[in-house]
Structure formats: structure tokens, C-alpha cells
T-cell receptor, first 116, second 113 residues
Framework: GAVVSQHPSRVICKSGTSVKIECRSLDFQATTMFWYRQFPKKSLMLMATSNEGSKATYEQGVEKDKFLINHASLTLSTLTVTSAHPEDSSFYIC????????????FGPGTRLTVL | QQQVKQSPQSLIVQKGGIPIINCAYENTAFDYFPWYQQFPGKGPALLIAIRPDVSEKKEGRFTISFNKSAKQFSLHIMDSQPGDSATYFCAASGSSNTGKLIFGQGTTLQVKP
């Protein structure tokens, strides 16, 4: 159990367009979901924490108007990168936990975003 | 105070060897210490985790040693195999920081046949 999926796994888009990434908990209900960004050969950087039905909490330095997060149900959270630019190219990974934010986090397989 | 420092950055061992990866933290409010394994192009997978009420936890070939007074914890991989070649991340969290995982810098392990 505790499987998290992400879609798409890879996406290439033109500069200025918006891209939506989905994160789903397949076999459990996720009260809390997290979104991370990872640069090549680097560690994971937390972008935001979202709880079902409420607004996401963004980490310092993360632009909330650029990275829109929606956690509309207990199994789905979405990250929309608006007006994407080449510097937004990265590996985006979500995680989900069953209970509150102190519960074990299970990670998705990641989404590779390339902005041309 | 929120940092988790991980070493070494990279590690090469022969098959059957016991690689050891170390992490140190500063925040004494941290109470959950997981280790994640990540293969290239994939998301991290939870390997094993420990809480500060025990000094050691073993699951299969993976062992966490925890030293609360020194604020350090380490991952040992017994009888390492080429398939264990991956990047390993330690992390720490606590209810004081709403459970957010603070990750170490990562260790790239290569197990030679």
C-alpha cells in the first residue's frame, strides 16, 4: 500500500505557457500533500504543503502566484506552473501522508519539466 | 538550526561491503528520522525510519544507528549489492516544524560488482 502517482512523468513546454502536474494517492486518503523541487544531483527542496480543502502553505521564497497548488480531494493535488520560463525547468516531486503532516510521507515518481 | 548535514557526498564500495552514511542535526525538537533511496529519474522511496526512543533499528540489510546525545544518526547497508547503487537521503522532522521533512544533501553510493 501507500502508492503515490504523478502525471505526466515528463513534459516539455514553450516559455510563457502553463503546465499542470497531478499527484494522486492511489490506495489511501492523503490529508496532507507536499510539493518538492529537485535540481540535478541536489537534494529535495520543499515548495509548499497542502491540506485537503484549504489553501497551501508556501515556503519562503516560493512564489505562490507562479506555483499554484490545489488540493481539492483526499486523493488529488495539482501543481500548476504558470507562465513557465526556462529557469522553472526542474524535477518536481510530490509526497502524501495519511494523517497530519507528521505522518510518514510517501513520494511520487516525479515529473521532469523542461521549458524551452 | 533546521539543517541536516549528511556525509559523505559520495561513496564507492565493493559488493558485500558495508557502506555507512552519516547525518547530524541541530534541532533537538526533531523526533522522526527517515532514510530515503532514490534512483535516477525516480522519486525517493522510504527505506527505514527511526524515532529517538530507540538507538538502533534494523530492517533486512538496512540498519539505522541513532545517537541522541550527539544528535547524529547513520545508515548501514549490510552485504551491499550493485542494485543498492543509488542516492540516499537522510531527513528529519518534528511536530515543532509541522512535520516538514528537512533533507540532508544526499550521498551517491556505487557498489562495484
Amino acid at each position: 500500500g501507500a502508492v503515490v502517482s504523478q502525471h505526466p512523468s515528463r513534459v516539455i513546454c514553450k516559455s510563457g505557457t502553463s503546465v499542470k502536474i497531478e499527484c494522486r494517492s492511489l490506495d489511501f486518503q492523503a490529508t496532507t500533500m507536499f510539493w518538492y523541487r529537485q535540481f540535478p544531483k541536489k537534494s529535495l527542496m520543499l515548495m509548499a504543503t497542502s491540506n485537503e480543502g484549504s489553501k497551501a502553505t508556501y515556503e519562503q521564497g516560493v512564489e505562490k502566484d507562479k506555483f499554484l497548488i490545489n488540493h481539492a480531494s483526499l486523493t488529488l493535488s495539482t501543481l500548476t506552473v504558470t507562465s513557465a520560463h526556462p529557469e522553472d525547468s526542474s524535477f518536481y516531486i510530490c509526497s502524501a501522508s495519511r494523517g497530519g503532516p507528521t505522518d510518514t510521507q510517501y513520494f511520487g515518481p516525479g515529473t521532469r519539466l523542461t521549458v524551452l | 538550526q533546521q539543517q541536516v548535514k549528511q556525509s559523505p557526498q559520495s561513496l564507492i564500495v565493493q559488493k558485500g561491503g558495508i557502506p555507512i552514511i552519516n547525518c547530524a542535526y541541530e534541532n533537538t525538537a526533531f523526533d522522526y528520522f527517515p532514510w530515503y533511496q532514490q534512483f535516477p529519474g525516480k522519486g525517493p522511496a522510504l527505506l527505514i525510519a527511526i524515532r529517538p526512543d530507540v538507538s538502533e533499528k534494523k530492517e533486512g540489510r538496512f540498519t539505522i544507528s541513532f545517537n541522541k546525545s550527539a544528535k547524529q544518526f547513520s545508515l548501514h547497508i549490510m552485504d551491499s549489492q550493485p542494485g543498492d547503487s543509488a542516492t540516499y537521503f537522510c531527513a528529519a522532522s518534528g511536530s515543532s516544524n509541522t512535520g516538514k521533512l528537512i533533507f540532508g544533501q544526499g550521498t551517491t553510493l556505487q557498489v562495484k560488482p
